[in-house]
């Protein structure tokens, strides 16, 4: 059973920088496409990043380009997602998710499989 655990939600001011985690198990190919999402209240969910391991594909939201970067340590089986010149807008809950078998990054939330629970992040002018 595949299982994303998120981590590194939190409260910055305008400006800040917060470092989300997505620990992933459970799976045993070696290719997996991982995206980050978020979704504020009363909106759909929008991908923000995404990353693949087979051949490092990666794919961003055009609002987080040159803010976000997304990356992955192989032996931890980690992928991150570094958040720098946070924005009010970016407040939202953050979610993880994987497809395993694939090896072209999408932001497509109906391209994933499997999610984590999520992780808050908040934003504050």
């Known amino acids: 059973q595949v299982q994303l655990v998120e981590s590194g939600g939190g409260s910055v001011q305008a400006g800040g920088s917060l470092r989300l985690s997505c620990a992933i198990s459970g799976y045993t190919y070696t290719s997996v496409c991982l995206g980050w999402f978020r979704q504020a209240p009363g909106k759909g969910r929008e991908g923000v990043a995404a990353i693949c391991t087979g051949g490092g594909s990666t794919d961003y939201a055009d609002s987080v380009k040159g803010r976000f970067t997304v990356s992955q340590d192989y032996a931890k089986n980690t992928v991150y997602l570094d958040m720098n010149s946070l924005k009010p807008e970016d407040t939202a809950m953050y979610y993880c998710?994987?497809?395993?078998?694939?090896?072209?990054?999408?932001?497509?939330?109906?391209?994933?499989?499997?999610w984590g629970q999520g992780t808050q992040v908040t934003v504050s002018s």
């Open positions: 998710a994987a497809q395993i078998g694939w090896m072209v990054a999408s932001l497509l939330p109906s391209d994933y499989d499997y």
